[in-house]
């Protein structure tokens, strides 16, 4: 029941905004993107099988608040039962824009829901806090942010739910980033300058797991990445990346290093 009434809100909440987007008041993004690997906070979820990723992002009304449903789904028939969704309340702003300490802020509520799941149980609930500093430091364009994860089981007496062995997915997470838009020219004919999203990211894991298992209280990994736009024209973009991850803490990953690639297209409106 908590599933179902969450996810007709979210509905709700986009039906109201497409009928007031003829007013110009509504913005947003269609996006999908393939992956080589699905790897999420660390743990490849799709044992490095390739994934596909549909999203609907909306930015109600120039408000701070959106709304965002995003699917996973492996290209391998294999892993049916491993299929996300993830839908996405969310509210961000800017304090201090002017000044040095600058601070743009998100605040999140996410539901993952796992519809094919023979184990009803296994859905998680999340709350994030994203924080990020464009002008604290000397470099333009050099951005920190800190993430700070809440995660635990939609049903706390679900089997990734209870505190006896093996585990249980309710924990925190700390998620360190550092991004740099890098401008070089003439990588496209015609375009003056095209931007690199350099970004790297270091996870601590506070003893968090999605499906239920023990994770140590530890550094879980680190990931590095390169991505641009390229714009296709009608508000369409191409954005192809490559990223790798160390991995730190085999209770995350095995003790396995990981590196796949990225292709999205997405449409803004």
């Not at 109201?16 to 999420?40: F, P, R």
């Not at 991004?179 to 300058?193: A, F, M, S, T």
């Not at 239920?212 to 530890?218: F, L, R, S, V």
């Amino acid at each position: 029941m908590k599933q179902m009434v969450m996810v007709v809100a979210v509905l709700l909440i986009m039906m109201i905004g497409m009928a007031q987007a003829q007013e110009g008041a509504l913005h947003g993004s269609i996006d999908v993107t393939y992956q080589s690997k699905y790897v999420w906070r660390g743990f490849d979820i799709f044992g490095d099988k390739s994934a596909i990723q549909p999203s609907v992002d909306l930015d109600l009304f120039g408000t701070g608040f959106g709304a965002n449903v995003m699917m996973h789904r492996a290209n391998s028939s294999e892993y049916e039962n491993g299929e996300r969704w993830d839908y996405y309340l969310y509210y961000g702003n800017k304090l201090m824009e002017d000044q040095p300490c600058a601070t743009n802020y998100r605040l999140g509520w996410v539901y993952y829901n796992y519809p094919d799941n023979s184990r009803k149980d296994i859905d998680l609930e999340e709350l994030h806090a994203i924080l990020s500093w464009p002008n604290i430091l000397p470099v333009k364009g050099l951005v920190p942010t800190y993430v700070l994860v809440k995660l635990w089981p939609a049903n706390s007496g679900s089997m990734i739910g209870s505190k006896a062995d093996p585990g249980t997915a309710s924990g925190w997470a700390h998620i360190f980033m550092l991004d740099y838009g890098l401008p070089i020219g003439g990588l496209v004919p015609d375009v003056p300058e095209q931007v690199l999203q350099l970004h790297s990211e270091l996870v601590f894991n506070d003893g968090v797991h999605p499906g239920g298992g023990n994770a140590d209280h530890d550094w879980s990994n680190a990931v590095f990445g390169v991505a641009t736009d390229f714009d296709l024209g009608n508000n369409v973009s191409f954005t192809p990346g490559i990223y790798h991850q160390i991995t730190m803490d085999k209770s995350v990953n095995d003790d396995k290093d990981e590196t796949w690639i990225t292709a999205g297209i997405k449409y803004k409106f």
